[in-house]
């Protein structure tokens, strides 16, 4: 995956802390942390969507879990090629149930570029709604633009879980 990583244009629509494209070992080194297995409950969980060739189309997580508050953020990053065929919603509702069922957090965060309107449709279809919008903390070539802040809480998500099933056809599993 860490070819996804070397278009700068690309990932600044969803990294805002990655000004330069990473290579192989500085995407191993920069999650590092979240991979590694220790003795207290893990701070991030990923997970990578494969195609029926077991090749890599997409990563998605839970980071900065905090089990106390019951929250945690939502990254999601699928390759440019699979884009708008329906994994990215299939996976966020994964990653919602994980954190709503198994973790049994109250709440899920996520950022976007105040552009990246795909993004912000994807959210909503999820059932998060914007919160917030932190002015001017995304810089993207040479500008800075607006970060937007969306939520989601564990009652939202089982009202909308049921209704988002039935919306998405079977092409992708």
Not at 60 to 79: E, K, M, N, W
Not at 117 to 145: D, Q, Y
């Amino acid at each position: 995956i860490a070819s996804w990583f070397c278009d700068p244009e690309d990932l600044s629509l969803f990294e805002r802390n990655s000004p330069l494209p990473k290579g192989r070992e500085t995407l191993r080194e920069s999650w590092k942390e979240d991979l590694a297995a220790g003795p207290t409950p893990a701070k991030a969980v990923w997970y990578v969507a494969c195609d029926t060739a077991a090749e890599p189309v997409a990563i998605g997580g839970l980071q900065t879990i905090y089990y106390h508050s019951g929250d945690c953020v939502l990254p999601v990053f699928v390759a440019r090629a699979v884009r708008g065929r329906g994994i990215g919603i299939r996976l966020i509702g994964l990653l919602l149930d994980f954190a709503f069922d198994s973790l049994r957090l109250t709440r899920v965060t996520t950022y976007y570029r105040e552009d990246n309107e795909i993004s912000a449709r994807l959210v909503g279809r999820a059932a998060f709604k914007e919160e917030g919008r932190m002015r001017k903390a995304w810089f993207c070539k040479g500008t800075h633009l607006d970060m937007m802040v969306a939520g989601v809480l564990r009652e939202e998500w089982a009202k909308r879980r049921n209704v988002l099933q039935r919306e998405l056809d079977r092409k992708t599993i």
